[in-house]
């Protein structure tokens, strides 16, 4: 147990993902699961880039010539969250859309109800 | 008595104008700053009543409690389940990074000769400055490929959502989906800091996109950047500016022949690499401008990818067409 | 450093518990644009300067300009008409709603 | 190098393209392109899988000018080639199938959107089959799973808009856990290659460092791609998203886009962890039970329903419950008969699906039994073809279904623990399968009144019947012609260690 101190941060990163998977999976409400994913994604990509992390070192951009592996943190985790964020916007556009066709038509955000309704169309 | 001006002179002149704004008499900005009074637009009484209406209608059915004991049920056991399993999951997840090696320090597997070398020859075998863009659009180039490619099919999926036919029969739908006629008119607070801001966030975005390999950013961000300038320009001055600005054509073109160029420079970049054969790309000297070989041409078609496919996102979100 | 980011993971915590209890959906957006805001300013400290520009671009930016396109396009938006006559459409509803709505039809 | 090690790398490139190009063509040239680019990339991937049996050996493919550890690459082997030829014939046959459904149920504005979609969809599955990393591959499972959200809901009611809304919420949960889990793990590796990681988890599996969070990794992985490919008590989005989208869709969906997130856990199980370190889990036994109580609930839920796009739709749930069973089982023979059952599945279940859609149109658009009554008399060939589809399903000899039920009752046999309940619920759910899919052969072949006029003409049918004849061949051979196919998939596992 003698790391979760020192690894608060991602401890942190893992109740936030903890958090956004709670809203996806238990929210009635669609807006409020597309925030839950977001908070979700979020905290994946904090627990990511705290692997890149190097305590003192810089930016990695390389500066006045210096390359040596001392000066600079681990740059792959920036990469892929980079990557990720992309990916969990585009991910968001299609859920909201999805959320305006579904309202448009049913008049609800509710998926119980929504469901319910298709029930009792009998369709 | 000819040094004194009649009274119709002295109104003209800007003294007269200054006293008497500082008296208070006059303010020169009433009518000319405010946001005028926008033309109410109604939604039609009977559109909100049949919109209730038909939200009452669905709870009534759905919260009819009687007929519905499976559904309560199943609703029941679908919240303990997933409690249950929450706690469970953050439970085993904190319990794990327990165990994991501690962060912020040097000596961890994540901090190994990869790193390493992106670091120390990065600069000599990418040309980038920026180590990070240097990685993900070099070393690990088809991954960002594949993440343009999401974008490109979330606004396709997008489009399918909500882009409206030309033509509708039904002009009622139309005027509730498209809230064109809900727009501000004329804010002049808006309209005077958009077209001080406007050009400003553009040419900070397209600084980001050109200096992608050298500071901060690329061309992800930069395209953002400007997608959100062209969202404040659509918001200040209407659909109707905007539409002369940018039209489907244009969306269809510049996302073609940007992510057409990317398709064919990285296959050309991948087909020479695996296949060893020079690929006789110049990088330039690094920290130029003009450097690092395709780093820069992709960071444009990203830019340019990005910034059109959020305005786009944008647009069908507000209306359903270009 | 470690007290600032403790700071900023506390406001990062409050934040996603608060968007799941808030009533209201605007509020909810609000907040959770507050969040990717913080969330910009965690990577400043953890060296990522790529990744905070990026992130208040889209987090903040286009992905907070797209729920709220969302939120008028579902009426959780609501003018103050509309909500006047929410109200007193609420009000007809404790009556009884099918007869009424019919009758006035 | 020979030319022909840069086929992987051509499919995926000309397939993105296609999707690129697709957006400014007209219609009718994005329908054609879409199915050259099918045909030809089948083509590349059958002159690879014959190059690659020849020499007997897998290579990578280096994604740039930069060799392992610090670049990209993909990887080819028996069982990656023979996969993506396997995918490109189902899907060719699918969109042939399912023309002439598409015209009608998908605006005509809106079909070139459609074949960006199979387009990009082609390419995402080619890059899941071939990727040697593991973050290229989580960038192309949510390009895949976009995808199928987008061939969900082209057909635009509300059960699919419905249906696409549950398929995301369930798709994002999934790509949640796999993402922490792939994170996790590339920490206590330090890369993103298979092979290296391999290597290192072998190393901390051997010197016993870091147990528990690799365990948790293996348990978030699985249970991610678990959750996306629909095993059973996740499946609650599967039905509405099969019984209503599009007849091509539908069966894209069944029988390729769930069955390239097992082909991955499959690759990651290998790759990966190595066989070994994954049996050692205990994670393979949970797997095990919920494949087992899918192909239970699967099929009882399919007995029930009264629609039969929507009973073809459970059973693939009970489908999918026999192939991580076979994972489960944690023996080689066991994980042959799983990826065996890949194959057969998806070429019978979109034979279902392509099928069914003929026989509702002939039934005045209804999906009820009652007005199905007789259909096989109304469309022959696509009664003949849902008997054929039937009958592999329940596993009568000739057809796939019947070498794949074989082989995991031998796996079961072989392994001692878990013999008896996996036998046991193999015969329940053979006897459930029979009893609906007889069921509705029967009700097919039941004569109403005069016999109507059969096989109604419409544009586009010869190519449906041609694609139905083409789906029977398929079945056919697997099930006929199946020990070259088991050994080369034996061959291809092999090749991943």
Known sequence: MGNLFANYGEAVAMILFVIGFANLLLHKNLIKKIIGLNIMDSAIYLFLAQKGYIAGRGVPIVTDGVQSVEAYINPIPSGLVLTGIVVSVSVSALMLSLTIRLYRRYHTLDLDEISTLLKKEGV | MSKLKSREEYEKTGSFRFWRWLDGRRDPYVGQVEMKPQTPVETPELTIRERLRDSQAVRDKVYDIENNKSLNFFHRVYVLAAIVYCVGLAVILLAMVAYLPPTGEADRPVNNEVSARYIESGLQETGAVNIVTGMILDYRAFDTFGESNVLFAATTTVLILLHRKKKNQDGRVEELENDRLLEPKRDAILQGSATVLVPIIILFGIYVILNGHLSPGGGFSGGAVIGAGLILYLSAFGFERAEKLFTEKLYKTVSFAALTTYCLAKSYSFFTGANHLESHIPLGTPGAILSSGLIFVLNICVGMVVACTMYTFYVMFRKGDF | MTVFQCVLFGFLIVCAVSVSFSKNLLNSVLIYMSFSLVMSIVWVTLQSPDLAITEAAVGAGITSLLFFATLKKIHAINTRREQEKKDVFQGLNEKNVGEEVSRRE | ?497
């Open chain 4, 1 to 497: 190098m020979e030319f022909i090690r840069n086929f992987p790398f051509f499919s995926i490139m000309l397939s993105m393209f296609g999707g690129i190009v697709s957006p400014v063509l007209p219609e009718r040239a994005a329908k054609w392109v879409n199915r050259a680019i099918i045909t030809v990339v089948g083509a590349l991937s059958l002159a690879l899988l014959l190059y690659l049996l020849e020499t007997g050996e897998s290579y990578v493919y280096m994604m740039g000018h930069f060799p392992a550890p610090w670049g990209n690459e993909i990887r080819a082997g028996v069982l990656e080639a023979g996969m993506a030829l396997f995918f490109c014939i189902i899907m060719l046959l699918s969109m042939l199938g399912g023309a002439h459904k598409l015209l009608t149920e998908v605006a005509a504005e809106k079909q070139n959107l459609y074949y960006i979609l199979v387009n990009l969809l082609l390419s995402s599955l080619l890059a899941l089959v071939y990727t040697n990393d593991i973050f290229t591959a989580y960038v192309f499972v949510e390009i895949n799973t976009i995808t199928a959200c987008g061939l969900i809901m082209i057909r635009e009611t509300g059960r699919t808009i419905e249906a696409a809304v549950r398929y995301m919420i369930m798709s994002l949960l999934g790509s949640g856990l796999l993402l922490l889990g792939l994170c996790v793990l590339y920490d206590l590796t330090g890369h993103l290659l298979m092979s290296n990681m391999r290597e290192q988890v072998a190393y901390l599996a051997a010197n016993d460092l870091y147990a528990m969070p690799l365990l948790v990794t293996i348990g978030l992985i699985s249970s991610g791609l678990a959750i996306k490919s629909a095993l059973f008590p996740f499946h609650a989005w599967l039905p509405d998203a099969y019984g209503y989208s599009t007849a091509s869709s539908a069966a894209m969906l069944s029988s390729l886009v769930s069955k390239g997130y097992i082909f991955l856990l499959v690759k990651l199980i290998y790759r990966v962890y190595g066989f070994e370190v994954f049996h050692d889990s205990h994670i393979v036994n949970v797997l095990f039970v919920f494949g087992l109580m899918g192909m239970i609930f699967g099929s009882l839920s399919a007995i029930r329903e009264n629609d039969i796009r929507r009973m073809v739709a459970f059973s693939s749930v009970a489908q999918i419950g026999y192939i991580f069973m076979g994972i489960g089982m944690g023996t080689q023979v066991a994980m042959v008969a799983g990826v065996f059952h890949i194959l057969s599945h998806a070429a019978t279940k979109s034979l279902l699906f392509i099928s069914a859609a003929g026989l509702t149109d002939v039934s005045g658009g209804s999906r009820r039994f009652e007005d199905l009554t007789g259909a096989g008399y109304r469309d022959p060939w696509a009664g003949a073809a849902f008997t054929a589809g039937a009958l592999s399903m329940v596993g009568v000899p000739l057809f796939s279904g019947f070498i794949s039920k074989l082989l995991f009752a031998q796996a079961a046999v072989q392994n001692s623990g878990k013999m008896l309940p996996a036998l046991i619920v193999l015969g329940i759910s053979t006897i459930l399968n029979a009893v609906y899919f007889m069921k509705t052969v029967i009700r097919l072949y039941t004569r109403v009144g005069a016999a109507e006029k059969s096989g109604r003409q419409f544009a586009g049918r010869k190519l449906y019947v041609a694609a139905l004849i083409g789906f029977m061949i398929l079945n056919v051979v697997l099930g006929v012609n199946s020990q070259p196919i088991v050994d080369m998939i034996g061959q291809g596992l092999g090749m991943f260690a």
